[in-house]
């Protein structure tokens, strides 16, 4: 497999992934009859599986009309999945409520949210294989990051910083470095400055597990 081109999907893959980690072990661990836990937990998985949601949402209005294109049913297979995907999710948000309080429906909701892991697990691999040898085949890099940027300036402000945080804290520190530089070019210095802060953090957090 070719891997010296630029991949789109590393960085924010590796966030969902960390975030997606995080979630279930913090949930195996909680005790959902203490509300005062429970529920920062609940609000932090709702919002994290919204904006997974909108991730797969920017996928199928940039690249989805790109890859229509060139390699048809592998595009097909993306988007079924995404439906997939939002079946799985809308079961987790549904339980979040009465989730607080009540173990029996916090292991409902634990389990629902395994399951919504292991499918996005699998197809965010099948995106970091199949879907980008497509694309590097068809595209190129000025083209990909066009798409890349297409995607970026659709996200609002709030919603970004929470997706930089996860990817930030997701990657290895070349890549950290690698990220930093990029947005050193273009991003605003309020940006650049909360990204370094990030990293900091990340690297800090990583230290304590070494
Ligand atoms: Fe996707």
């Known amino acids: 497999m070719q891997t010296n081109r630029y991949n789109p999907y590393t960085y924010i893959h590796k966030g969902i992934r960390r975030e997606l980690t995080d979630l279930l072990r913090i949930a195996a661990n909680l005790d959902f009859a203490d509300g005062s836990a429970a529920e920062p937990f609940v609000a932090r998985l709702a919002q994290s599986v919204q904006l ?110 929470i997706y930089l945080t996860w990817m930030i804290h997701g990657v290895n520190e070349e890549e950290r470095t690698t990220f930093i530089n990029a947005l050193k070019k273009g991003a605003p210095p309020e940006a650049v400055a909360f990204a370094e802060e990030q990293a900091r953090a990340a690297r800090e957090a990583q230290l304590s597990l070494a």
């Open 52 to 161: 997974m949601h909108k991730h797969a949402e920017h996928e199928d209005h940039v690249i989805d009309p790109l890859m229509q294109q060139f390699a048809p049913k592998l595009a097909r297979r993306v988007l079924a999945t995404h439906k997939v995907l939002e079946g799985h999710e809308e079961e987790v948000l549904s339980l979040c409520d009465e989730a607080v309080g009540s173990p029996a429906v916090g292991y409902s909701l634990y389990l629902a949210l395994s399951r919504y892991a292991a499918t996005q697990f699998a197809h965010m691999s099948e995106e970091e294989t199949d879907v980008v040898q497509a694309i590097w085949q068809n595209m190129d890099d000025a083209e990909i990051i066009a798409a890349e940027n297409a995607i970026v300036s659709q996200i609002e402000p709030q919603n970004l910083a």
